[in-house]
């Protein structure tokens, strides 16, 4: 490029407040006559790349960027970075993010450090002699300027005062009293600087209202040594402390980004400070939008203003500001007034829990309660959730609270329960009506007609004038539960749709009921609680419907919760989901640990057939005229243990290879990891249960960290994955099986911990692992691997077990209004150990990185595999897949899911160097690829839809990406497709334009601002008659699409026609600790899928499930055989049933749950065969010891079972003999007449 001269400066930025200032300065400069250059400014807001920019570049003096993002993170300052530095234009590029370095030509050191301190320094005088500094010193022109100005780095800000304060002892005597609470707030100085102060000064008024001290502080972000420049950090000593102790009682934090990765402080400053920190968002866009919008937030804000300061160990606030722009062109955050008085109510509630005597305060501990019956009293994923409250009202009694009593164990406080009012309504009494807690008729109106009148429409076109039917008797409207001293014990009220089912099939946005408004409107203003606790994984408060972030006050969860703090012990594995709680429910949550897990083991029919089957290989090896007896007897097990169809011995098969495929199967069982217990809140793994809880962690590779199995298994010369694969075959010697290997292998792994815990964990004697007779002779990279381990477990993980008791300890900091330190989240038994220990408020992953490197290539794995799967059973390549895509799984496996949806299109992300984040996509050419490119149409959940909308815009992208490519509908079935399609939507009358962008849709869920497909609902509710019935379902809730075009446009047609044309579905496991059949919201999505596509297609898809949970074998596996494999596996596995056993009734619950779940994924997907249904009824409900127990510990669940093994056989989806029939029947009289004793002696 020839270079024309034309003294321009070009100053680009996608920081809007600096390039607001820079017009303000250059216009103002420009009117005086200052200003010679010509001053280019421009937003950088996605912009393309083009010849105009080549053109400008070339014709300017000096080229300014200042960027606020994680590198060259977009495509033009890729190419404008490589045509500046091509053409040795003077340049500079000033990236703010850490560890990133300027890039610059021609502009000398002492050149960057003036510019710096110009755009640093701020304020418009500054701005204004930067422009005339760059015109002298760039541009050849005379003009006269100043230097840098310093102004203050930080300070506090008070509306009533003329100027800013840096002696908070000053501050304190003018603004605070020394007999009130005082909140913080940390907001940017930039905005003191620009005198944007409209929030900040309402927000100190509601605060002051509220009767407390408000220290506004505005503050640098990281620390400039080169500048001088203090930190937050600096900020933080100097304001919010006092004589070296904490002078706040909470922090209101408005400051995007996090606080920490920034490294504008660390995370022990606020660790230190010990109080609870509120995210309060300054919105990007205007209040009307925030308003008018479902989900709160653009994709870049959930970004920057949710998911990054989550790290900090926030609690999530609501939005106190909306950007708009003014008169004069300039923005500005103005307040958004209701939302300020919330925030501050709330800093205020948070507050006060510092200063209130334990023995004072009043704590509402709530239940989940789903379904909505006496059999499922705190229904709460992986967690003794009855156990975990009774241990936590004994922690609390220590601490001072009141507390009346606590109950001897779990039997006796279900009891206590029971004997109040529940939900289950088959059950309440009279007496309990009369005694129990209630909101009359009249005060539940007068909080009716506080509510905003869009809100009193819907609950009255939803549920009726006020207060409604639902738990309404004699005008009064129930709230169950019992009080224990100032301990209000209660179960969540019912969402509505089991009282009215109907609206399953035209209202997934329904509102919650009167009732359920009302009760938590007289925890929070009738009983005045000062706390909630919400236990365990999950209720229904965060799902309500309303925006998916930065909630209004007409969102149910803003509306119900109000400005409670509400403190959540959640699983940590379960990431997503969590994070919702956090986001939409307000939560400070308590991340609890996964439940003790162990090997399968073999059992019974199974036992037998594996010593069957080792007996005869050995035969097979030493005695081979002596095997037909042996081979007779295997084939006489296998029918007994029902394996003849999942294990086929197919004609002409050497019976050596059939019975290498069912050793291999019955391994794969033995070895699986299963469920044998309950998590107890803040209860460490003991004694045995450690032993096994190590041996579940150190399965897998965690990070660095080798697996023990495999490091025992080199002992032996062997890699674990060759003995687990061939398990059937004899070692060379002849003495004995891999898989009998392989369980030496197990009993050696248990011998080392069992060696380590014998010794009290002492790191210092690892190294005895190495003089265990079967090591002596092992390769020193041998030892070095098993002393690695050792280390890793006496270090890391035994302490960070033991860390587990401050799930407990965190939960009563919280209550007592002290900050919870963040951590990770994830599975650590699928080598994630490093998110213990528990406890913490956890958070999850930027969506911006994902998919990351390693989950695309275990996405690109389980793609090949549906494809090579599919080609073997059909013979040709599958045209439509549809899969299920989640934010928890998602989250876990850092976008696994995302990964195989775009290696399926044929397309794979690009990554930016350094943040690793997803910053583009390349078509992976066809000769690459091998294959067609596969159709994909993905059934994303609601929580997605909110957490990742990057990560869908990049989905869609991927999509119209590949149906614009120029090639034939034989190599791209998403272009043959999207082409018929259009010319079918043509035909119907739509544009050409509007055609393409309806016949490209692949992406759908939810309607905005709700969640859920409704599947899990309409089958416990029994409203369906025919398959017909759940599709109609799953389309409704289903069928909106979603991309940078669509934010949930409803079209059910589209939706219908895409579920129609699918040959394959899938959804992904990518752990152990959560399975198909332990919750039933993989039933409800995917399930949902394979009914809809049964119903609208006249015929099932192939239905698979990819299982990452160890990620050095991934595996996919049908639908059936994954349920096959957990039903064997857990289901009747007597290790499984005993460990739940030890739970009582909870432990019942989830059994009950788990029979109720395998009959949901029947109903959907005819999974299910006779004889499973048989084992469920025999070990279940015929057992005389499990019926002893079930009617001991919790008889409701007993009746569920019976109740659902019934349901299954009078919709014909298991041909039971008429005996059994009859025995359920009679089992279910008999229970039933005793839950009525029961009841009739409560009245």
């Known amino acids: ?185 940390l907001f940017y100085r930039d905005e003191w600087i620009n005198g944007d102060l409209a929030y900040q000064t309402a927000l100190v008024e509601a605060i002051e209202r509220q009767g407390m001290n408000a220290v506004a502080v505005f503050s640098q972000g990281a620390a400039d040594p080169e500048l001088k420049a203090p930190g937050l950090t600096e900020a933080i000593q100097a304001y919010f402390y006092e004589q070296g102790r904490p002078a706040i009682d909470v922090l209101i934090n408005t400051i995007k980004f996090s606080l920490t990765a920034t490294r504008a402080t660390d995370l022990e400053s606020l660790k230190q400070l010990k109080v609870p920190v509120l995210q309060a968002y300054t919105l990007l866009r205007s209040r009307e939008e925030w308003e008018n919008s479902s989900e709160g937030m653009i994709p870049m804000e959930i970004a920057v203003s949710v998911t990054m300061p989550e790290l900090d160990g926030i609690i999530h606030g609501v939005p106190v500001a909306g950007r708009e722009y003014l008169p004069d062109g300039n923005a500005a955050y103005l307040p958004l007034a209701e939302r300020i008085d919330m925030v501050a109510r709330k800093a205020g509630k948070w507050a006060r829990l ?6 004072e305060k009043k704590i509402a501990i709530i239940f989940h309660n789903y379904p909505p019956t006496n059999s499922n009293i705190g229904s709460a994923a992986g967690l003794d959730s009855i156990e975990s409250v009774r241990l936590l009202l004994a922690e609390m009694v ?60 819907q609950l009255v076109r939803d549920w009726g004038k006020p207060p409604g039917d639902v738990f309404q008797y004699d005008g009064n409207l129930l709230v169950p539960g019992m009080l224990n001293g100032n301990v209000f014990i209660t179960v969540q009220p019912p969402r509505g749709f089991g009282e009215d089912p109907a609206k399953l099939y035209h209202s997934p946005d329904c509102a919650p009921t009167h009732h359920y408004l009302a009760f938590y409107h007289w925890i929070r203003d009738i009983w005045q609680a000062d706390a909630v606790i919400h236990v365990g994984t999950h209720g229904s408060l965060e799902w309500l419907p309303g925006k998916g972030a930065a909630l209004s006050p007409r969102c149910y969860p803003d509306l119900a919760l109000g400005d409670l703090p509400n403190i959540y012990p959640y699983w940590i594995t379960v990431v997503g989901e969590g994070i919702q709680a956090k986001r939409r429910g307000a939560s400070c949550l308590i991340g609890y640990l996964s439940p003790p897990m162990g090997s399968a083991g073999t059992y019974d029919e199974l036992a037998e057939l594996e010593r069957l089957l080792d007996e005869y290989l050995h035969f097979r090896q030493n005695q081979p005229g002596n095997t037909e007896v042996m081979a007779r007897l295997i084939r006489e097990k296998v029918r007994e243990a029902d394996l003849q169809d999942d294990v086929t011995e197919q004609p002409e098969e050497p019976f050596d290879d059939y019975v290498q495929r069912l050793h291999a199967y019955i391994t794969d069982i033995k070895n699986m990891q299963i469920r044998v217990g309950l998590h107890v809140l803040g209860s460490p793994p003991r004694d045995e249960g450690l032993v096994e809880y190590l041996l579940a962690l150190t399965n897998m590779d965690n990070g660095e960290i080798p697996s023990l199995r495999q490091a025992v298994a080199a002992v032996y010369g062997f890699e674990y994955y060759e003995l687990l694969e061939g398990s059937g075959r004899m070692l060379p010697d002849g003495s004995k099986t891999y898989g009998a290997l392989l ?33 002596v002779e092992a390769e020193q990279g041998v030892k070095e691997r098993l002393v690695q381990v050792g280390r890793y477990i006496c270090r890391t993980l035994v302490p960070h077990l033991e860390q587990t008791r401050q799930e407990i300890t965190n939960l009563l900091d919280a ?12 599975a650590p038994t699928s080598g994630m150990a490093d998110v213990l220990p528990t406890g913490r408020n956890f958070y999850g992953v930027d969506p911006r990185a994902l998919p990351t490197p390693v989950a695309w290539e275990i996405g690109k794995k389980m793609g090949d595999e549906v494809i090579e799967r599919y080609l073997a059973e059909e013979g040709r390549y599958p045209e439509n897949i549809g899969i299920v895509i989640w934010a928890t799984s998602n989250e876990r496996s850092h976008g696994q899911c995302i990964a195989e949806f775009l290696y399926l299109l044929g397309v794979r992300p690009v990554w930016q160097r350094g943040s690793q984040r997803v910053v583009d996509l390349d078509v992976i050419p066809i000769e690459e690829l091998k294959r067609p490119r596969i159709d994909v149409t993905a059934r994303i959940s609601g929580l997605f839809r909110d957490s990742m909308p990057m990560c869908i815009n990049l989905m869609e992208k991927a999509v119209e990406f590949v149906a614009s490519l120029d090639e034939s509908p034989e190599k791209n079935y998403v272009r043959k497709h999207v082409l018929q399609d259009v010319q079918k939507l043509k035909q119907e009358g739509i544009e050409s334009d509007q055609a393409w962008v309806q ?63 699918l040959d394959v579905t899938i959804q992904n496991e990518d752990n152990r600790e959560i399975s198909m059949l332990n919750s039933d919201d993989y039933n409800a999505y995917h399930g949902g899928m394979i009914a809809a596509v049964r119903s609208l297609k006249g015929q099932a898809p192939r239905s698979y499930c990819g299982d990452s949970s160890d990620r050095q074998k991934v595996i996919t596996r049908s639908v059936q055989e994954e349920i096959k494999r957990l039903f064997r596996g857990e289901a009747i596995n007597p290790r499984f049933i005993e460990g739940m056993k030890q739970h009582g009734y909870k432990g019942a619950a989830d059994l009950a749950n788990y029979v109720a779940h395998s009959y949901q994924w029947d109903a959907t997907s005819d999974v299910l065969e006779d004889w499973m249904y048989q084992k469920f009824a025999e070990k279940y409900a015929f057992d005389k010891d499990m019926q002893k127990w079930m009617r001991e510990v919790n008889p409701w669940a007993l009746q569920r079972i019976v109740e659902t093994l019934l349901e299954a056989s009078q919709r014909g989806l298991w041909h039971a003999d008429e005996q059994t029939k009859g025995e359920l029947q009679a089992l279910y009289l008999a229970i039933e007449g005793e839950l009525e004793e029961r009841s009739d002696e409560q009245r």
């Open 1 to 185: 490029w020839e270079r024309m001269r034309m003294r321009r400066i070009v100053f680009l930025s996608n920081m809007e407040r600096q390039y607001m200032m820079m017009i303000k300065a250059r216009d103002s400069l420009l009117q005086e006559g200052r200003l010679k250059p010509e001053g280019l400014t421009v937003f950088l807001n996605d912009i393309p790349w083009g010849d105009k920019w080549q053109k400008t570049f070339a014709a300017s003096d000096i080229v300014i960027f200042t960027w606020m993002g994680s590198g060259l993170d977009t495509d033009f300052l890729k190419k404008a970075a490589d045509f500046l530095a091509s053409n040795k234009i003077t340049h500079v590029m000033l990236i703010a993010a850490p560890g990133v370095e300027d890039l610059r030509y021609g502009i000398t050191p002492e050149d960057r450090e003036m510019l710096q301190k110009y755009l640093v320094y701020g304020g418009l005088e500054n701005y204004r002699n930067l422009w005339l500094w760059l015109g002298s010193r760039f541009c050849g022109e005379k003009c006269d300027y100043q230097l840098p100005q310093p102004m203050l780095w930080n300070g506090i800000f008070h509306p009533k005062a003329d100027r800013a304060f840096t002696d908070l002892r000053e501050y304190r005597r003018l603004f605070c009293r020394p007999d009130r609470p005082t909140v913080g707030i």
């Open 398 to 457: 220590k601490r001072g609270y009141h507390v009346e009593h606590i109950p001897d164990d779990s039997r006796s406080f279900v009891k206590e329960l029971v004997a109040h009012t529940t939900n289950d309504r088959r059950f309440i009494t009279e007496e309990q009506i009369q005694q129990g807690e209630k909101l009359s008729g009249e005060q539940y109106r007068q909080f009716f007609d506080t509510l905003a009148e869009e809100t009193r429409i």
């Open 743 to 775: 369980e030496e292998i197990q009993a050696r792994c248990r011998e080392v911990i069992e060696l380590l815990a014998g010794h009290g964990f002492d790191p210092e004697q690892v190294g005895l692992i190495c003089r265990l007779p079967w090591a």
């Open 815 to 826: 209550l007592e209004g002290c900050y919870v330190e963040p951590g990770p989240a994830g």
């Open 354 to 359: 510092r200063h209130k005597a334990n023995s």
């Open 999 to 1061: 016949a490209s849709y692949r992406i759908f869920g939810d309607p905005p601002g709700t969640y859920g497909a409704g599947i899990s609902d309409l089958l416990e509710a029994k409203n369906w008659e025919t398959i017909d019935d759940l599709a109609r379902v799953y389309v409704r809730w289903g069928g909106h699409a979603y991309g940078a075009k669509a934010r949930g446009v409803f079209l059910p047609e589209l939706f219908s026609h895409r579920m129609a044309s």
